[in-house]
């Protein structure tokens, strides 16, 4: 039994990582903003022979993100693996979003994983655990509209890229995890320029989107296989060599699909 913790677990990709892990035996601290949202994810998961634990945390509060692990490993004896999921997104061209809009995006997405991640890390070192950071394809690739989402994914990747390299030697895994449009309800809450709810989604009429659960589940099998890298979805394959091999033509379909 893996003892997991998954960031922004109380809906969405957390939730449905949450119930992925579960089904397969392992006791999951689901952390969560929305405190109520995560104890009712624990209570979903939670059974005599397997502990779940709800905690209300916010992942841009260092102090929090401690207090949070010291209880994880506290309660559970130790942790396995660290999701670090939460994320929010927003929309709007360069020139008309504030500053203030982009930095709140960064401190969720890619402070708050570096939070989480510093106060699991002495837990995880201690049993050879694995850190499972969610990217996406805006982690390799533009975005039109979506520069500070971008940017943020672009940073996870660089950041936890190198704490691979930094401690592969000591047993440490690390996943980056590339999902391209998963259905879930983050759109529906991006930011717009001015920091108030855009008041429409954010998914630009790909093809296919993937559903939460589907998304879930090539996830755990590449954690299970510790995967250096996990692409979700065909198109996130896709738009990884075509941004790669054809970025001006690239370019020119994500402008289209966010512009349209």
Known sequence: MRRVAITGGAHGLGAALAHAFADKGD???VLDLDAAG???RAGELATRARPALGIGCDVTDPGACRAAFDGIV???GGLDVLVANAGITHLGSVVDTGVDVLRRVMEVNFFGAVNATRA???ALLETGGQVVAISSVAGFAPLATRAGYVAS???VEGFFGTLRTEHVAHGLGVTLVRPSFVRTEIGLHALGPDGREAGR???T???HELSAKEAAETILRGVSHRRRVVFVGREARLAFWASRLWPQFYERQMRRRALS
């Open 38 to 40: 995560a104890a009712t």
């Open 120 to 122: 699991a890390l002495p």
């Open 153 to 155: 994914k672009h940073a």
């Open 27 to 29: 006791a999951v601290a």
């Open 74 to 76: 506290s309660e559970l």
């Open 205 to 207: 009429g790909v093809a």
């Open 201 to 203: 989604d954010t998914r």
